[in-house]
């Protein structure tokens, strides 16, 4: 059975603090990862993406992905009340019968105090 | 423009009921999926097609069916609503095996 695994939470950091979001993947093979921000009540929506081992920016975040540890991060820098949602992360994970769809983690709840 | 809608956005029914929730998109997606998503449980794949002539059973499939009129429609129904039915729906589409993109959400309450 495939898994992605996160810290439930709740995470609370300050405001302007860095927010750091962590998930592991039990698929060696897996490809393909994203972050999306759920808020409460609301649809999920994709906030990264990342596809190779280090590191990419997209404004106050960057998602962090490590292969050989099968290790991705999401950190948020400056840390806004906004933020404060739940973060899925999510998986591509070929064969097994998963036919390349996505695995998601039960997500870690962030609140960002004033 | 919202490219995936649901309807309905919220629906109450009573056990033993037929029901059907709708999804439809503009984006131009072959695959679509239905996932349903309970506290503390995640998100859990129902049902996906990656065409229209494409019908695959997920993780949790037991008690529903789906059809699929076209590449932009995917329904989703339950033909006999239980209780433990009650969760938050999600109809999502994609182009490819990467990113997926999501409805509003439909919010079901089964009496």
């Known amino acids: 059975q495939k898994e992605v695994e996160q810290n439930s939470g709740p995470l609370s950091v300050p405001e302007g603090a860095i927010a750091s979001l962590n998930c592991t993947y039990s698929?060696?093979?897996?490809?393909?990862f994203f972050w999306y921000r759920q808020y409460s009540g609301k649809s999920p929506e994709l906030i990264m993406s990342?596809?190779?081992?280090g590191d990419k920016e997209d404004g106050r975040f960057t998602a962090q992905l490590n292969k050989a540890s099968q290790y991705v991060s999401l950190l948020i820098r400056d840390s806004q009340p906004s933020d404060s949602a739940t973060y899925l992360c999510a998986v591509n994970s070929k064969g097994g019968g998963s036919q390349g769809n996505l695995i998601f983690g039960k997500g870690t709840k962030l609140s960002v105090k004033p | 423009d919202a490219d995936v809608t649901q309807t309905p956005r919220n629906r109450i029914t009573k056990t033993g009921k037929r029901i059907m929730l709708e999804c439809s998109q503009t984006?131009?997606?072959?695959?679509m999926y239905w996932y349903r998503q309970d506290p503390g449980l995640g998100l859990r794949l129902i049902y996906y097609s990656f065409d229209v002539k494409d019908i695959n059973k997920g993780e949790i499939s037991d008690g529903y069916s789906v059809s699929r009129q076209a590449q932009a429609k995917f329904s989703l129904s339950l033909e006999s609503a239980i209780p433990n039915q009650t969760a938050l729906y999600f109809c999502?589409?994609?182009?490819?095996?990467?990113?997926?993109?999501f409805g509003p959400g439909t919010r079901l309450t089964v009496l």
């Open positions: 984006k131009g997606h072959d695959r």
């Open positions: 698929d060696r093979v897996s490809q393909s």
């Open positions: 999502a589409t994609s182009l490819d095996d990467n990113e997926q993109f």
């Open positions: 990342i596809y190779s081992n």
